[in-house]
């Protein structure tokens, strides 16, 4: 076999696994009981996005991107502002914060990513499943929170649920492709190249419950174009309760309250 035919196949390969991967654990989940119909007459408090983009290192470290970051960001945002009109419940736009506030609203966006992180590493996947959540996690097991005390965000008094996003693209380098590839036909020492996480969760706003979440490591569509975060958005978006069917690409985005 050819050098360009190894190639190929170690190319095929590592796509095969990473299918496999992705589609071997769940991505959503509920709180038992938690329901929330279109038009239910609650209000769904959106924060926004918390968006970190960068390179992968050859060595697998995340080497952040600024410019990569505000344009992910700005794409999120605008991406948001459109599809948000299928949520189908009343929604607004968390106020503008500023000394404690904003240090609080970065707390709580860091710590829905650190419990949505844990949901996906010890309940949606089986191998690490904790003794608490054996069961199905669509059932009566799904019961995570992020503490009452979220009460305190501002905006969240005019509000039922908070609506969290959270998403990190490390692109891989050059350098970490290559390995990726040379791991796999060498010792067979898997290497992954790029991490593309997106979480979205709601949140009770009064008892801090997390009663919905969809979250995945390996998220499609890529967040520095316009298209690629509109992609992102509806995954994050996809299932969420009360939702209605998307909107089309030329719809025009419904105006929330002043940032």
Excluded: C
Aim: overall charge neutral; proline content about 5%; aromatic content about 6%.
């Amino acid at each position: 076999m050819n050098v360009g035919r190894m190639l190929a196949v170690a190319v095929a390969a590592v796509l095969s696994l990473a299918v496999v991967d992705a589609s071997a654990q769940e991505r959503t989940a509920a709180k038992a009981g938690f329901e929330l119909p279109a038009g239910s007459g609650k209000t769904i408090l959106v924060f926004r996005p918390t968006v970190s983009v960068g390179a992968q290192s050859t060595g697998g470290m995340f080497e952040p991107n600024g410019d990569w970051t505000e344009q992910a960001r700005k794409n999120l945002e605008t991406a948001l502002a459109e599809q948000q009109q299928r949520l189908g419940n009343k929604v607004i736009t968390a106020p503008d914060s500023y000394g404690a506030d904003a240090q609080l609203v970065e707390e709580y966006a860091g710590l829905f990513a650190a419990v949505s992180q844990s949901v996906i590493n010890y309940q949606f996947f089986p191998g690490n499943r904790l003794p608490t959540k054996k069961r199905d996690n669509k059932s009566s097991v799904f019961d995570w929170s992020l503490g009452s005390g979220i009460a305190a965000l501002p905006g969240a008094k005019d509000a039922d649920y908070a609506l969290f996003l959270y998403n990190k693209d490390a692109y891989g380098s050059t350098g970490r492709k290559i390995l990726q590839v040379v791991a796999l036909l060498g010792p067979g020492v898997a290497v992954k190249s790029g991490e593309h996480a997106g979480y979205a969760g709601l949140v009770n706003l009064k008892t801090g419950e997390l009663v919905w979440l969809n979250a995945d490591n390996a998220m499609g569509g890529d967040v520095r174009t316009p298209e690629g975060a509109q992609k992102r958005i509806s995954q994050l978006l996809e299932g969420i309760p009360g939702s209605t069917a998307a909107p089309a690409a030329a719809a025009t985005p419904v105006k929330t309250a002043a940032r």
